[in-house]
């Protein structure tokens, strides 16, 4: 998952799904009057009419009239006084999903000014990537080919003010590498224990400390023997896989 950052007004982005984040509330945000306008009014008319109320993880599809993006998606983040980076992520990744299941391999995210409730923009960049990347992640590898495959999502632009942007990016590369790290824990620990032996493991770290420059070591049975790793060796006597112990520095 790739994180980028935008500054177009949000009528003005062209995208195949929009999403804006946005807290409980009775009435369109401000910050949010000029997309309403350019929609056709959809969003007022979703809010004003309890369609839409902010809830946590609540959405709501729409099909704007005059606006660029080809959807837009209202996700809930709760009370305003009670949003914080988790429920920013938990909302990116509820537009994530959604963005998987509508066929997009990418989308726009917002959160309305009213609703981010002193979240710095460093902090907003990394947790909307961490949350996209787990929205969208998915295991397929080993299933049968549906009969309806899902696009991957790749990327989401994380709509900003000018004078945010940088430190926005600057938020969105850690959260990139955080994305990262859970996609390959996640894809590791839905592997079959056939696949992901200790030796598939031990071969998947010395990649790692190849590519990213850090010390990697491997013990085997026998150093595992000689440092006394009682434990350890007691366990792997129930499989017929030899034990490795790894040792990242």
Not at 106 to 116: C, G
Not at 119 to 144: C, M, N, P, R, S
Request: some cysteine; aromatic content about 4%; charged content about 20%.
């Amino acid at each position: 998952m790739t994180g980028t950052t935008l500054t177009a007004p949000l009528a003005q982005i062209e995208t195949p799904l929009l999403a804006v984040a946005l807290a409980q509330g009775g009435a369109v945000p401000p910050s949010l009057a000029e997309l309403d306008r350019a929609a056709g009014g959809v969003v007022g008319r979703a809010i004003t009419s309890g369609d839409f109320k902010g809830k946590r993880d609540e959405t709501a599809l729409l099909y704007p009239g005059g606006a660029k993006p080809q959807r837009l998606l209202l996700v809930g983040l709760g009370k305003p006084g009670d949003v914080t980076r988790n429920s920013v992520r938990r909302a990116a990744a509820v537009a994530a999903k959604r963005a998987r299941a509508l066929g997009a391999a990418q989308f726009a995210f917002a959160v309305s000014a009213e609703a981010r409730n002193g979240i710095a923009a460093a902090d907003l960049g990394q947790v909307v990537v961490e949350g996209a990347a787990q929205g969208a992640w998915a295991f397929t590898e080993l299933k049968a080919a549906p009969d309806d495959p899902k696009v991957e999502v790749e990327a989401v632009a994380i709509a900003s003010d000018t004078k945010e942007t940088k430190a926005i990016g600057a938020g969105a590369r850690v959260g990139e590498a955080v994305a990262a790290g859970h996609f390959l824990t996640r894809y590791l620990q839905m592997l079959p224990g056939n696949v992901c032996t200790p030796a598939y493991l031990a071969d998947r770290a010395k990649q790692l400390a190849e590519q990213h420059g850090f010390a990697c070591t491997v013990l085997d049975r026998a150093q595992m023997r000689q440092e006394n790793m009682g434990a350890l060796l007691a366990v792997a006597q129930g499989s017929q896989q030899e034990p490795r112990f790894i040792v990242l520095e």
